[in-house]
């Protein structure tokens, strides 16, 4: 079964305070790897999509990088406007079905 | 000129009752989805269609029927409303295999 798999569950950061957050797949036939933001009350919203192992891309304070197994979300200097819930998903199948994962909510200290 | 658009936006109603909730979305995708988001912010796909045509229908109870009149809009309706639910549902669309754009979800809550 597909599955994909974020840690840490929850994370805290200071302002400017740079960090990582992780996400493993376990996706057969994987079509591309997703990186969402939620913000309560408030549906996901697309950052970026990474389709081949070593791939990487950049939006501001965000850079997102893809391995055979994990992808991982940089945040270089967060702010508090950063703080919000990242979803993670992995899309499979010729109809494109996304696997997502818990998701890491995300709280930066002014 | 919101993208994807769902009503309503909350949904407070008695166990057993049948409700609808709507979508629609001005983006010109070709495919539309519906996802259950839990308690616990898990994120599940229940149904897909694209041109019309249900092409995912992951293991619902069949109390869930989809329906999808054009391109632009996807309905769901639920019948006899049970307590486990409750839980926001968000509609999403995009082009087959491009990232997919949610609506800001309707909030059910089962009495």
């Known amino acids: 079964e597909d599955q994909v798999t974020q840690s840490p569950e929850a994370l805290r950061l200071q302002e400017g305070e740079s960090s990582s957050l992780n996400c493993s797949y376990t996706?057969?036939?994987?079509?591309?790897l997703f990186w969402y933001r939620q913000d309560p009350g408030k549906g996901p919203e697309f950052l970026f999509t990474l389709y081949s192992a070593g791939e990487e891309k950049e939006k501001e304070r965000l850079k997102a990088t893809l391995t055979k197994k994990e992808s991982f979300l940089h945040i270089t200097a967060p702010k508090p406007e950063d703080s919000a819930t990242y979803l993670c998903a992995g899309s499979t199948g010729a109809n494109s079905k996304l696997t997502f994962g818990k998701g890491i909510t995300l709280s930066v200290r002014p | 000129d919101t993208a994807v658009s769902q009503t309503p936006k909350y949904l407070v109603t008695q166990m057993g009752n049948d409700k609808s909730i709507k979508c629609e979305q001005n983006l010109g995708h070709d495919t539309m989805y519906w996802y259950k988001q839990d308690s616990k912010k898990f994120l599940k796909i229940m149904f897909s269609y694209n041109n019309k045509e249900l092409i995912i229908n992951e293991t619902v109870p069949n109390r869930f029927s989809p329906k999808s009149p054009d391109k632009a809009h996807l309905n769901l309706h639920i019948n006899s409303l049970e307590l486990g639910d409750s839980a926001v549902y968000f509609c999403?669309?995009?082009?087959?295999?491009?990232?997919?754009?949610f609506g800001d979800g309707t909030r059910l809550s089962i009495l």
């Open positions: 999403a669309s995009s082009l087959r295999g491009q990232p997919q754009h």
């Open positions: 996706v057969s036939g994987l079509r591309g």
